[in-house]
């Protein structure tokens, strides 16, 4: 693809992924707290690196202190990766809108994604990961794959105001306990996946089914494989919005657990709203709920009869911000401050 296929597609996305002012929102953070060291990527040299990947480079190995790396206006073609030796990176863009990392691999979801994160402790506020194998969606020429824009294997990861963009397996979300906050999810099938602990809240669910040509797709494929693992996904006062049809999910392992609260949902949601896959027969340990949801999509009536089943000290468990959080998250907004 041409620099300026991708950005052509890119906008074309953009315009799909914000029917709404999503930029809007806006939030008070404490003030600053804590003052850590900046690294400055410029990709047209007015800052320390011209690389996002470079940037990382420079962190020292078993780094302890916040390092805020600010990544100004550009799109950064480059697969990065934070390593597991590298905590405490803030990754800061100049807004989803304007900073997109963007990489087109598609050989193997375990070696594909745009973006690798493998350390514990990081945060990345304001930028678009994008994996554009698959875009201009109804247009690439290329044949739907697994193409991973965002794998997130560490623990305790937030990310505010992100963009994750994808076709199909667009967001791994490994393992760990993670937040999202105000992002943005792109995809059609399976594009939320994995057996991390992780709670969404306020993002958009952007489905492009549209693509599938009359299959429909899924938002969740979520991978808890034993009844005492904790992880589990909860969406949390999100929108699914979107084109074609959608399930909400379907079980990547056989004890998966999936939440949709206070979530609206547009009429792209199938009425059984859940399928089995490979669970056909353990249908009952499987853990997918939906509380408090509105819109055309949200009716629970001619759902599967195996889904909603959860019981309420569960649901009070998943809901509540201590599924994930036990301070690491809330110590969080002191580094946002800045
Ligand atoms: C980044 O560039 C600024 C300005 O030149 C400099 O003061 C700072 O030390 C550099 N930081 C790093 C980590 O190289
Ligand atoms: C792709 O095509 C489908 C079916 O024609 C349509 O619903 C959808 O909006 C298109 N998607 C995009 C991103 O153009
Ligand atoms: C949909 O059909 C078009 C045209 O035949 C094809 O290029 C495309 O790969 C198909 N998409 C999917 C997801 O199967
Ligand atoms: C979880 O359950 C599996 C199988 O039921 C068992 O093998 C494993 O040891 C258990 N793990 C913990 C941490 O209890
Ligand atoms: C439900 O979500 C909406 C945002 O989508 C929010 O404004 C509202 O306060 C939430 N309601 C509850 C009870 O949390």
Not at 124 to 138: D, E, H, K, V, W
Not at 185 to 198: E, K, L, P, T, Y
Request: hydrophobic share 40%.
């Amino acid at each position: 693809m041409s620099f300026f296929q991708i950005f052509t597609s890119i906008f074309a996305a953009l315009l799909l992924i914000f029917p709404a002012d999503i930029a809007s929102l806006s939030q008070n953070y404490p003030k600053k707290l804590i003052n850590f060291p900046i690294i400055v990527v410029d990709k047209s040299g007015g800052g320390n690196f011209t690389t996002i990947q470079a940037a990382i480079d420079s962190v020292p190995s078993y780094n302890t202190r916040w390092i805020c790396i600010y990544i100004k206006q550009g799109v950064y073609r480059e697969k990065v990766t934070i390593p597991f030796d590298k905590p405490f990176i803030y990754l800061k863009g100049a807004g989803s809108r304007s900073t997109f990392m963007v990489w087109d691999g598609h050989d193997s979801i375990a070696t594909g994604a745009t973006f690798t994160s493998q350390a514990d402790n990081i945060i990345a506020n304001g930028l678009t990961f994008m994996n554009s194998y698959n875009y201009p969606i109804n247009g690439s020429g290329n044949p739907m794959m697994p193409a991973v824009a965002a794998l997130i294997e560490g623990d305790r990861s937030a990310f505010y105001r992100c963009v994750f963009m994808g076709l199909q397996d667009t967001l791994w979300d490994v393992q760990g306990r993670h937040y999202f906050k105000h992002c943005t999810i792109q995809g059609a099938v399976d594009f939320i996946f994995g057996s991390g602990q992780s709670l969404y809240e306020g993002c958009t669910i952007a489905v492009v089914a549209g693509a599938l040509n009359g299959s429909a797709g899924y938002i969740t494929a979520q991978g808890r494989s034993e009844a005492n693992e904790t992880n589990g996904f909860v969406f949390k006062n999100c929108n699914i919005v979107g084109n074609g049809k959608t399930f909400l999910g379907r079980p990547w392992r056989d004890y998966a657990r999936v939440v949709f609260y206070n979530t609206t949902m547009s009429d792209i949601i199938v009425p059984q709203g859940w399928d089995p896959w490979f669970s056909v027969g353990h249908e009952y340990d499987l853990s997918f709920d939906e509380i408090d949801c509105h819109g055309l999509g949200s009716d629970t009536s001619e759902r599967v009869s195996w889904a909603n089943k959860m019981r309420n000290t569960e649901l009070q468990q998943l809901t509540s911000i201590s599924f994930i959080d036990d301070g690491w998250l809330s110590n969080f907004y002191n580094i946002l401050a800045i």
